[in-house]
């Protein structure tokens, strides 16, 4: 079976909307690049949508953006307005403790992975649009769920049956062995998007996984992959 990439998506900063590229590396560590930046706060915790023993809730994180102009260099932070934060300048945490009003900074890891589960992740067109259908009024896209790779499939929840199988993506394999559980930051605001806490609602409800959504896993063989 051969499916076609519709988009592929990186990441830079934990917690912060990404940017949609074509093509891109990846290795053990997943997409190039991706989340290898995170905020923290002054006591170690690395900033999300949800309050954990690793992770502590800093509002408006997914209001904003994040890009690279070289992986190889830290990322720039971009706001709603489109303002530009570098992060290797120090503007990045400046404007990050305005906008929390607490004492963070945008650091590099440093040995503790910033993925919640595993590095490399994706959803099928079909799936996003299922999730679209069955909340009209919300609008669904992509970045509610924060994967790598869309795929084009033609029924939702498609791509759950590669679990445990080897896929080639471009040049490289990767082998899926969960199926995501989701939380509370599917549902928030982000650029376009509303907040809507009915979107893990309705994801809870699936009867075969609730509150599951997309698939994630590793790489087994690097190599580049790319849209199309």
Known sequence: MNVVIE???RY????????????????EDGVLGDRVWAVQDGEGKLGSGKNSRRFTRILGLLGLTSRYDDP????????????????????????????????????????????????FSL????????????????????????????????EP?????????????GSAEVVFDRVFQRCVMVGM???GLTDSPDVLKRIGAREDRPV?????????RGGTIEVG
């Open 212 to 220: 599951c959504l997309a698939v994630g896993g590793h790489v087994l």
């Open 72 to 119: 190889a260099d830290p990322p720039v932070v971009v706001g709603p307005g489109g303002e530009e934060y570098p992060v290797a300048t120090g503007a990045a945490d400046e404007y990050l403790r305005e906008l929390s009003g607490r004492e963070v900074r945008v650091r590099r890891d440093t040995g503790i992975s910033h993925f919640d589960e595993v590095p």
């Open 189 to 191: 605001a982000q650029p």
């Open 157 to 169: 929840f498609a791509e759950e049956a590669w679990l445990g199988r080897t896929v080639r993506i």
């Open 123 to 154: 959803v099928g067109t079909a799936t996003l649009k299922w999730l679209a259908a069955e909340m009209p009024g919300v609008a669904v896209d992509a970045r509610r769920l924060r994967p790598n790779l869309v795929v084009r499939t033609t």
């Open 12 to 27: 830079p900063v934990k917690s912060i909307g990404g940017e949609r590229i074509e093509s891109v590396s990846v290795g």
């Open 7 to 9: 988009e592929l998506w």
